[in-house]
């Protein structure tokens, strides 16, 4: 199953607004159209929203549309603007997005090899996760929970205990969905329990993806990624960032100047869509966070392994 694809000269991908409920596709055929499904989270996950950033100039190729707008649909996860960027200077943007696509496979791949022989160095057999990092926020497979795939297959998974990821659930919602599919041993957590069980042992790695690792290796990603490199640390838990090279920004020196994307407070006061906070309660939303590159063990890429904890960074590797 591939989340993201150009069929028909449309873009289809996965509604994951349905899961895990329904498995439907969308066919996304202006670029009006694709921005809405970004900013609806249909389709999500920095190494999709690269290849939906390419394929949507390939549409607005055919339908006239500016690509200003999609470019900014969504402002932390790099690979967006990276996407559409690299499809606009190129001769054929169908061309070169459909390359993306196809390197983004052949990375997530190569990034399942490189993290689970790290973690198998490690003796790593149990692991935690946040937020959905699988084939649902790439092509196929995708970062953290490709390397988790990985393990499984390679038999040297125990369990992966994976954050429900409130406020939108992609945990709960996603890996959970991912997992089962899988049949990898699993169990759901609540976010505030992660920092707490590491400290308790009951993993022996935490694994993230990434929307934006700036040049010194500081990393954004899903809200309560910072409060697990915390708990990490303090329980000598090795914290891998797994990404794509197309993740790492170098023109960016560090995590302090990454814009949040701020989601609004309605998420926060429901839940799937159910009222839960009392009328007149405000809410602040910040979608990512920034985990400092001194509370990060390693960045696991495509190519390499950034030990940030000897002192390399994404640009001094
Ligand atoms: O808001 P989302 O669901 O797009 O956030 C996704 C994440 O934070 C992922 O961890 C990140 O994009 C890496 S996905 C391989």
Known sequence: MRTIDWIDEAIVLVDQTRLPGDLTYLRITTVAELIDAIKRLAVRGAPALGVAGALGVAL????????????????????????????????????RALRIRDEDIAACLAMGVLGADLLAGHGATR?????????????????????????????????????????????ARLTAWELARMGAPHRLIVDSAGPFLLARGAADAVLIGADRIAAN????????????????????VPFLVIAPETTIDLATPGGDVITIEDRGPAEVLSIGGVRLAPEGAGALNPAFDVTPADLITAIVTDRRVIRLDRGETPDHA
């Open 217 to 236: 290796g500081d990393t954004a990603n899903k809200i309560g990624s910072y409060a697990l490199a915390l708990g990490a640390r303090r329980a000598g």
């Open 127 to 171: 692991v935690m996760t946040v937020c959905n990092t699988g084939g649902l926020a790439a092509v196929e497979r995708g970062t953290a929970l490709g390397v988790i795939q990985t393990m499984h297959e390679r038999g040297t998974l125990r369990e992966a205990l994976a954050l429900e990821t409130r406020p939108l659930l992609q945990g």
């Open 60 to 95: 607005a190729a055919r339908t006239g549309e500016p690509i200003g707008p999609l470019r900014e649909a969504r402002p932390t996860a790099v690979n967006l603007a990276w996407g559409v960027d690299q499809a606009a200077a190129a001769p054929d943007p169908l061309a």
